[in-house]
């Protein structure tokens, strides 16, 4: 660049950035401007993304309470919150450029003139599908690329609250000098904290889907009342690009809703280019957690998760004690809506988690035209090892989103009704696994460990049925349940001879022997087994 180009700019306000589904990247200024349907993208892009609307709103109307929320829902056009939220990024315009010289967005201009590690700038690394570091490079996809200032800007985003733990920050580097970040004396691997979002395993976030962009955003707005109700000593807060955090002792922004609603675990700040490449100084930032929500166990309940938010998906175990859902490629999100919406059976106020999803339904109590709702599920399974947190080729992401009768929020029995069909799905799958399995070891065949295989091929099939499996909920004639039963069974029976080959007369009587029995055990002394006699 020459001494009379002008500086570098990018300015998320009129620059397209944002994945809409359909409709490809737009702006700030369109998002507000235009009616979308939903984002598009992947789901860690989409939470992030969605959090970050929610901020702007909330900081074009900082006292909104339920009257307010409830004038913004009279507009079925939704235009009022749109307008404001325009209005307002119009006013704040100058702290949303990704290349600002004195306010570069969502950056610390602190860490500018530390000294980089060459081996630590590479923006690449905030990258799930590219390869980095020592990473195995399987395809062209995994190829790292010189990121777009659209893709850069996403990175930062999701590098800032959605990242992974690892050794790829630059530990060295601190926004406040007086910040010890290693305890004196301890030995220990540099290894930064998992994203807040994103914990040990990956978190299954849930929030409000509404029939367009800005529906969304209305439905997932918390009130000042809400707020108070939930957590009375929490404030709104101020958003990170009218106040950045002032370290990573910060007290100001995590404690505030705004800081929930959007974390800063990780901390960065663009350096010049260098041979026509992207350099980026990433280091720690604020500590929300040092660990997440345990895992559900028979024996003892986990203890109450480190922090508040609302829209990770956890659900309670008792009264003081929380467990969390966590992604599972191999567990369909609508296999997980019974405990993901336990809260239905629940006495009222008992929940906090997920508040967008409790909030924005008890909004709906007195709406009686409200039949149904929209509900967005997703996020990302990942792997730790040795202190590094990466998507292995057993991960990957998760993203689903339902339409639930509002019958389930004011009648519980047809989300009882939902809960049964999906034990009785599983129980199928079950059989369907103990029967596969047997008919190879009937063979003395060795891959007596197809039925997993088969169970996970039947479960797929039983997705794309998941739509009309919620709505079958609300039938109440036993005559039309029992004929759906029977082709969900047969879905099952047909994955059984898919794996099962019955050619030749030794397949054939191992394949009829161990057919698969779909009827109720009457008790532990009956045959465990997928196959009749």
Not at 28 to 49: H, Q, S
Not at 445 to 456: F, H, M, Q, Y
């Amino acid at each position: 660049m020459s001494e009379n180009s002008p500086p570098k700019s990018f300015n998320l306000v009129t620059e397209p950035w944002i994945p809409i589904a359909g409709v490809g990247l737009v702006s700030l200024n369109d998002v507000f401007t235009n009616e979308y349907a939903r984002l598009g993208g992947t789901p860690i892009e989409k939470v992030v993304i969605l959090r970050l609307l929610l901020c702007i709103v909330h900081a074009s109307m900082p006292n909104l309470d339920l009257d307010g929320w409830y004038e913004l829902d009279s507009d079925p056009t939704r235009k009022k919150l749109a307008d404001k939220a325009f209005d307002y990024l119009q006013k704040w315009k100058g702290r949303f450029d990704l290349y600002d010289e004195t306010h570069p967005f969502l950056q610390f201009t602190q860490l500018r003139d530390q000294p980089a590690d060459p081996k630590k700038i590479n923006p690449n690394a905030l990258s799930l599908p590219i390869s980095s570091g020592n990473t195995t490079i399987l395809t062209q996809w995994n190829v790292g690329k010189e990121p777009t200032d659209a893709e850069l800007t996403r990175l930062i985003l999701c590098g800032s609250c959605y990242g992974m733990g690892g050794g790829k920050y630059d530990f060295k580097l601190k926004v406040d000098q007086n910040f010890q970040k290693r305890e004196e004396g301890k030995k220990s691997k540099d290894s930064a904290f998992p994203g807040t979002l994103t914990g040990t395993k990956g978190y299954l976030h849930t929030f409000m889907l509404g029939k367009n962009l800005w529906e969304t955003i209305l439905l997932n707005l918390l009130t000042e009342d809400e707020l108070h109700d939930l957590l009375p000593m929490m404030k709104l807060g101020q958003p990170f690009w009218e106040s950045m955090p002032t370290g990573e002792k910060d007290t100001k922004y995590r404690p505030s809703y705004m800081g929930t609603l959007f974390p800063m675990d990780k901390f960065f700040c663009l350096l010049n280019e260098q041979n026509g490449k992207q350099r980026l100084q990433m280091t720690e930032g604020i500590q929300y957690s040092s660990k997440a929500p345990k895992e559900p166990k028979k024996t003892k309940a986990p203890k109450a998760p480190p922090h508040w938010d609302p829209g990770i998906t956890i659900y309670s175990i008792t009264k003081d004690n929380y467990a969390t859902l966590w992604c599972d490629p191999n567990l369909a999100p609508w296999r997980q809506l019974p405990a993901l919406l336990e809260f239905m059976a629940a006495p009222k106020s008992k929940y906090k988690y997920p508040a967008f999803v409790i909030q924005g339904l008890s909004k709906f109590e007195e709406h009686n035209k409200v039949t149904s709702f929209g509900l967005w599920v997703g996020g990302v399974a990942v792997s730790n090892k040795s202190g590094e947190q990466y998507v292995s080729g057993q991960n990957d992401y998760v993203d689903s989103d339902f339409l639930i009768p509002m019958n389930w929020f004011n009648d519980t029995n047809s989300f009882d009704r939902f809960t049964k069909f999906v034990e009785s799905i599983k129980f199928y799958s079950e059989c369907l696994e103990a029967a596969v399995n047997a008919y190879f070891k009937s063979l003395k065949d060795n891959r007596n460990k197809l039925g997993g295989i088969a169970t996970r091929l039947f479960w797929e099939k039983m997705a794309l049925l998941a739509q009309s499996i919620i709505s079958l909920s609300e039938e109440k004639d036993q005559e039309k349940i029992k004929a759906k039963k029977i082709e969900w069974m047969k879905l099952a029976r047909s994955c059984y001879d898919e794996f099962c080959p019955h050619e030749t007369p030794r397949q054939m009587r191992a394949y009829t022997q161990n057919i698969p029995d779909f009827r109720p055990r009457k008790n532990n002394n009956d045959k465990k087994k997928g196959g009749k006699k």
